[in-house]
């Protein structure tokens, strides 16, 4: 409950007063005329005029608005499609500022024909018994002592994952719960996060959404959720008490239990498009309240500029539609305390007239908010259109997902390319990142996402199989940079399925011991599988969900996982807060870092640039933290971390002074776990590196 705080025409949506009653907004530029359609139990529809209208928002109080009250709006003007006017008062349409969403997107023949329900031609049939509505919201919360774990971005550790997909098949959770907010903040989901040592989730989209209509013809469903059409709503189907507004209560119980468990909360938001499509699309809200301000259009308004690949996208550069956006990133910040979003295609929000512009409206607004310049900002940094691509060219405050080393970590490991760009990945990108006042934590490493092959589908198959998706196997990416090492898809062959573990280990391994924030996608941690779906984004099912009856080899690979991240969470040699600059720490000391050839010595320059090279010692050295009682430097242990993608056994010679008198090993991926050994191997002995391996040494000085 907000009080009686509203000016009429401000706050925008439905706010509830303490006496029953509310106000209602709606901004419609253009507008002749809107009316608020309220639904009994029944489905039986009043229509009330908003007779005030200011600064181009039409309002209206009323005194009996109860919580829970289904509503839409009609909104009448001009039909022009040709212009991009597309005012229907036929279509009911969702408050763009709804707090909670009920009912599903539904095909009706006489609606939504063979060219959906907008071509050019207006269509008179009503579209209220097919479209979802939205709900009023008591939106209080007894939030208690809640508050952020505030962990810095350095010390961060993201776990990508679904709502829907890490719970649906967990044991130890209720039925009922199973596949919701509920579910996910269950304690033997939050026990699994914890003890794998991540320290922020990050869920797929959460904003109210729905499914396309060829999903729906082909009797399939929208699994990821990213066709955004409530962006202050909760996703209504994964509450389990209910979509007349228990799905609010509900996620926000969610975010104080993570909270509780030391775990920040990231949202996935994709403001770059709506559900609503092309011009064949379902006028649902945005198209049906000011077509021609909400989105970018062409052709002198006739159809939608697309940059998403999803049929439309919003322009976020007028001042409504950033509006829009920025009041939905702080309602998610200061009423449901997430901590953090990760901007789909984010290039897209950043276009103003059709070009990306970094200094433009979207990106001045966040970098001068006093709420989101203090919250996780994380790009995808790229979209579909011209000049999309804008890895490394996002401003300060922004991190950003950095396919660069996805692809290069990839490759090395697969062993298609040597090391020539390995070192700067490993080391925090700094030829992306080091500009303009950036640190390390700006890449967010990731191996595989939602989007793409599992770890374990990288390692057994060589082509997608997408064929369930019913689209011919012709959607999902075909630059998968996976090797399946001789069969595809699983196997019976001992030696290729522990070879294809190893290598599972070697990419996590990688991974965590990156400098740069780490990013697991959810499952990996334990080998899921797809079965070689490369784009499950319809496949609300078993491909998708969490399999939790796992074999020894998956318990295994959790638990390396688990201490691969204590050792990187024990040691800020993992954790840079600086690119490193190749200077010694102190005088005499070894160099902050240190890259080493399999003779002991420093790579050569012609190292780094023969196709044939496949190892290389990456040396850390500890970070000083003051002086003991002595006047000696007090530092963090320092390590030696070798990588070999060769298909055939390295000998590697230890390297002495400055950087190491014996070296211990304490990770090694071909035992299926990490290890600490007590055996010491002098500098200057060797070591002999397994094929395709990742070792791990303490070195002591």
């Known amino acids: 409950m907000t009080g009686d705080r509203s000016t009429g025409w401000d706050p925008?949506?439905?706010?509830?007063?303490?006496?029953?009653?509310?106000?209602?907004?709606?901004?419609?530029?253009?507008?002749?005329?809107?009316?608020?359609?309220?639904?009994?139990?029944?489905?039986?529809?009043?229509?009330?005029?908003?007779?005030?209208?200011?600064?181009?928002?039409?309002?209206?109080?009323?005194?009996?608005?109860?919580?829970?009250?289904?509503?839409?709006?009609?909104v009448d003007g001009e039909w022009n499609p040709a212009i991009g006017r597309r005012w229907n008062p036929s279509k009911l349409l969702l408050d763009p500022y709804a707090k909670a969403i009920d009912g599903a997107f539904q095909l009706d023949p006489a609606v939504y024909g063979h060219v959906g329900s907008d071509d050019l031609i207006l269509n008179p049939v009503d579209s209220a018994?097919?479209?979802?509505?939205?709900?009023?919201?008591?939106?209080?919360?007894?939030?208690?002592?809640?508050?952020?774990?505030?962990?810095?971005?350095?010390?961060?550790?993201?776990?990508?994952?679904?709502?829907?997909?890490?719970?649906?098949?967990?044991?130890?959770?209720?039925?009922?719960?199973?596949?919701?907010?509920?579910?996910?903040c269950h304690p033997a989901v939050l026990e699994h996060l914890t003890t794998l040592g991540v320290t922020a989730v990050e869920l797929l989209p959460v904003h109210?959404?729905?499914?396309?209509?060829?999903?729906?013809?082909?009797?399939?469903?929208?699994?990821?959720?990213?066709?955004?059409?409530?962006?202050?709503?909760?996703?209504?189907?994964?509450?389990?008490?209910?979509?007349?507004?228990?799905?609010?209560?509900?996620?926000?119980?969610?975010?104080?239990?993570m909270h509780a468990a030391g775990l920040e909360v990231i949202l996935d938001v994709v403001y770059n498009h709506t559900a609503e499509g092309n011009q064949f699309g379902p006028t649902l809200s945005f198209r049906g309240i000011d077509n021609d301000d909400y989105y970018h259009l062409r052709d002198g308004g006739r159809f939608y500029a697309d940059y998403t690949g999803c049929g439309n996208t919003l322009d976020v550069s007028k001042p409504h539609v950033l509006q829009v956006v920025m009041d939905s990133l702080r309602y998610w910040v200061e009423e449901m305390h997430v901590d953090g979003f990760r901007f789909d295609l984010a290039s897209a929000l950043a276009r103003s007239f059709h070009d990306v512009n970094m200094l433009g409206n979207f990106m001045t607004t966040i970098q001068q908010d006093p709420v989101l310049r203090r919250v996780k900002l994380i790009a995808e940094p790229w979209d579909v259109g011209p000049g999309g691509y804008q890895?490394?060219?996002?401003?300060?405050?922004?991190?950003?997902?950095?396919?660069?080393?996805?692809?290069?970590?990839?490759?090395?490991?697969?062993?298609?390319?040597?090391?020539?760009?390995?070192?700067?990945?490993?080391?925090?990108?700094?030829?992306?990142?080091a500009s303009e006042g950036r640190r390390p934590f700006a890449s967010i490493n990731f191996v595989t996402a939602h989007d793409g092959f599992t770890m374990r589908d990288l390692v057994s198959y060589d082509r997608k199989h997408n064929d369930?998706?019913?689209?011919?196997?012709?959607?999902?990416?075909?630059?998968?940079?996976?090797?399946?090492?001789?069969?595809?898809?699983?196997?019976?062959?001992?030696?290729?399925?522990?070879?294809?573990?190893?290598?599972?280990?070697?990419?996590?391994?990688?991974?965590?011991?990156?400098?740069?924030?780490?990013?697991?996608?959810?499952?990996?941690?334990?080998?899921?599988?797809?079965?070689?779906?490369?784009?499950?984004?319809?496949?609300?099912?078993?491909?998708?969900?969490?399999?939790?009856?796992?074999?020894?080899?998956?318990?295994?690979?959790?638990?390396?996982?688990?201490?691969?991240?204590?050792?990187?969470?024990?040691?800020?040699?993992?954790?840079?807060?600086?690119?490193?600059?190749?200077?010694?720490?102190?005088?005499?000391?070894?160099k902050d870092l240190a890259w080493i050839g399999p003779d002991g010595r420093e790579v050569a320059e012609a190292g780094w640039h023969s196709a044939d090279s496949r190892t290389l010692g990456m040396f850390l050295a500890g970070e000083s933290h003051g002086l003991d009682d002595n006047g000696r430097p007090i530092r963090d242990e320092s390590f030696l971390v070798l990588l070999h993608s060769g298909t055939t056994p390295m000998s590697f010679t230890l390297p002495g002074a400055p950087y190491g008198r014996a070296y211990r090993l304490i990770i090694d991926t071909t035992t299926g776990q990490a290890i600490e050994s007590d055996e010491e191997v002098a500098a200057g002995g060797a070591v002999t590196l397994p094929p395709r391996s990742l070792l791990t040494f303490h070195a002591l000085r």
């Not at 994964?238 to 979509?243: A, K």
């Not at 080393?405 to 020539?420: K, M």
Request: glycine residues 12%; negative net charge.
């Open 208 to 257: 109210h959404f729905l499914d396309e209509v060829h999903l729906l013809r082909d009797g399939l469903t929208n699994y990821w959720g990213y066709n955004s059409i409530g962006y202050f709503a909760p996703h209504a189907a994964y509450s389990s008490t209910g979509s007349r507004g228990g799905q609010v209560s509900e996620f926000k119980r969610m975010v104080k239990a």
């Open 391 to 433: 890895v490394g060219e996002f401003p300060p405050l922004w991190t950003e997902w950095n396919d660069k080393y996805r692809d290069n970590i990839r490759d090395f490991w697969r062993g298609a390319t040597g090391i020539g760009e390995l070192g700067w990945r490993l080391s925090g990108s700094a030829d992306l990142y």
């Open 12 to 74: 925008l949506g439905v706010t509830p007063d303490r006496h029953g009653g509310a106000n209602v907004a709606l901004w419609a530029q253009g507008a002749s005329a809107v009316h608020l359609c309220l639904f009994d139990e029944m489905g039986r529809e009043e229509r009330i005029p908003l007779n005030e209208r200011v600064f181009n928002v039409f309002h209206r109080r009323l005194t009996d608005l109860p919580a829970g009250t289904r509503y839409g709006f009609r």
């Open 468 to 590: 369930a998706n019913l689209e011919g196997n012709r959607d999902g990416t075909d630059n998968n940079r996976s090797f399946n090492y001789g069969v595809e898809g699983d196997t019976d062959d001992t030696a290729i399925t522990l070879l294809r573990q190893r290598q599972m280990r070697n990419l996590l391994g990688t991974l965590l011991l990156s400098t740069g924030v780490p990013m697991i996608s959810g499952g990996d941690e334990f080998g899921r599988t797809q079965d070689g779906n490369n784009n499950a984004y319809c496949q609300d099912n078993e491909i998708s969900w969490y399999h939790w009856d796992w074999e020894s080899w998956q318990s295994d690979l959790k638990v390396f996982a688990s201490e691969v991240l204590h050792l990187r969470r024990l040691h800020s040699a993992f954790r840079q807060r600086y690119f490193f600059d190749g200077k010694p720490l102190h005088a005499g000391g070894p």
């Open 129 to 184: 018994p097919f479209v979802p509505r939205s709900v009023v919201v008591d939106d209080w919360f007894d939030w208690g002592d809640d508050a952020s774990p505030g962990t810095a971005w350095g010390d961060t550790v993201i776990y990508e994952t679904h709502v829907r997909g890490i719970t649906k098949l967990h044991p130890s959770i209720p039925e009922h719960e199973r596949g919701t907010y509920a579910g996910l």
